[in-house]
């Protein structure tokens, strides 16, 4: 008779990095302090017909190079039942017909508004553009209410930032007129990221 096999001990887990989170809010809409517009080639249109496969795409091709991977495990019901969300938005900046980035707007239960995603496409980082994306979602998060008669006027907007985002993100959320409400540190499992499209030329971010 053979001796049974004895259970392998546990791997070790996931490395855990260092991340700090910044919180950051607005408590009315004369807080807001917008950018300049960058040109007529730049339009901000919202996306009203609410598809996973676009919302999924703009997440994947601006978070690549900075570690966005909380939704990539997410299904495709899942991903639909986020979007239908009664004042749930997306609002996406095009240059001359090609998408530059996007602002996902989140409503609370709290007459509250989440800036849940903000960012560019890495092609078009750079160029003046993400101010003025960024005041505009900020003012649709403001104005939620007159496209949502359901919901109750906005009285809060407010948005999360990390270490891990661009280096630029927490200077365009003061420039806007967003004031530090709370500061944490956590650590996070160090999860590999599917980076940049190979063989595009990019990296990820530091």
Not at 32 to 41: E, H, I, K, M, T
Request: proline fraction near 11%.
């Amino acid at each position: 008779m053979s001796n049974p096999e004895r259970p392998s001990a546990p791997g070790p887990g996931p490395a855990l990095a260092e991340v700090t989170i910044w919180y950051l809010e607005q408590t009315s809409p004369d807080d807001l302090q917008p950018s300049a517009v960058p040109g007529p080639d730049v339009r901000i249109v919202r996306s009203e017909v609410p598809l996973p496969e676009f919302s999924r795409f703009l997440y994947t091709a601006v978070g690549g190079d900075i570690q966005w991977t909380d939704r990539l495990s997410m299904t495709y019901a899942e991903w639909q039942q986020m979007l239908d969300r009664p004042g749930a938005e997306t609002w996406v900046a095009y240059v001359n017909g090609t998408p530059a980035g996007y602002v996902e707007l989140g409503p609370q239960d709290d007459d509250a508004v989440e800036i849940m995603y903000f960012g560019l496409l890495p092609a078009f980082r750079g160029r003046r553009i993400g101010g003025h994306l960024l005041s505009y979602g900020v003012a649709r998060a403001w104005d939620l209410a007159e496209r949502w008669p359901e919901r109750p006027a906005t009285k809060r907007v407010w948005v999360h930032t990390c270490s891990k985002d661009g280096p630029h993100a927490m200077g365009n959320y003061l420039r806007r007129g967003f004031r530090l409400f709370d500061t944490r540190t956590e650590l996070e499992p160090d999860v590999v990221t599917p980076g940049p499209w190979p063989e595009s030329g990019r990296t990820l971010l530091p």
